[in-house]
């Protein structure tokens, strides 16, 4: 089962670009299904990229995320206090048939 | 939209079925999943169920416990969960996923899930 390693905290002042990586240990995930969730506990998680770098609709374009070999990566330009949150990557395993997550990277805006 | 319901309050080795219900798209063209947290940890699949009728997945962690299903005529997505143990304790979302398993691009609030004796 492949595992995805992110970070467990990141940081920015307002304004700032902030990136937050997602690595992967195998590469029993398939192609072009990486998504990032922003999460707030309580409420529900909101997804910010999908199949790598695909935006949907409603998502501030101040969000973006890239993929390269077996990393990725989300960018946060712009950076606000309501980007506060807890990030998520995730990617589906062939090997597992399965959604893995990575552990969470905790964003706090100073 | 999504709207979980079901949790509650379970012995360990008790039993509890969540219920989803989807409103504002056509529930039967798409995949659904099932999420957790638990207390202090982040983010977990449990299970997703796809477009055809053998298509359901788990997470080692439920297999042979849990059984995901769904009831396209109720727009409804459920997760029957059997022999519960203290770990399953979490909130659990239910999320619509993309076919082709490209993400979940619409998520319920969640139930909570507390299993204790």
């Known amino acids: 089962q492949s595992v995805l390693t992110q970070p467990p905290s990141a940081s920015g002042t307002p304004g700032q670009r902030v990136t937050i990586s997602c690595s992967e240990t195998n590469s029993n995930l398939r192609r072009d299904t990486v998504n990032w969730f922003q999460y707030v506990p309580g409420t529900a998680p909101k997804l910010l990229i999908y199949s790598n770098d695909q935006r949907p609709s409603g998502v501030p374009d101040r969000f973006s995320g890239s993929k390269s070999g077996t990393s990725a990566s989300l960018a946060i330009n712009g950076l606000q206090s309501e980007d506060e949150a807890d990030y998520y990557c995730a990617a589906w395993d062939d090997s597992v048939s399965g959604w893995v997550f990575g552990g969470g990277t905790k964003l706090t805006v100073l | 939209q999504l709207v979980e319901s079901g949790g509650g309050l379970v012995k360990p080795g008790g039993s509890l079925r969540l219920s989803c219900a989807g409103s504002g798209f056509t529930f039967n063209t798409y995949p659904m999943n099932w999420v957790r947290q638990a207390p202090g940890r982040g983010l977990e699949w449990v299970s997703s169920?796809?477009?055809?009728?053998?298509?359901?997945w788990y997470a080692e962690s439920v297999k042979g416990r849990f059984i995901i299903s769904r009831e396209n005529a109720k727009n409804s997505l459920y997760l029957q969960m059997n022999s519960l143990r203290d770990d399953d304790t979490a909130v659990y979302f239910c999320a619509r996923g993309m076919v082709g398993h490209y993400g979940m691009d619409v998520w319920g609030p969640g139930t909570t899930v507390t299993v204790s004796s």
């Open positions: 169920n796809g477009l055809r009728g053998g298509d359901v």
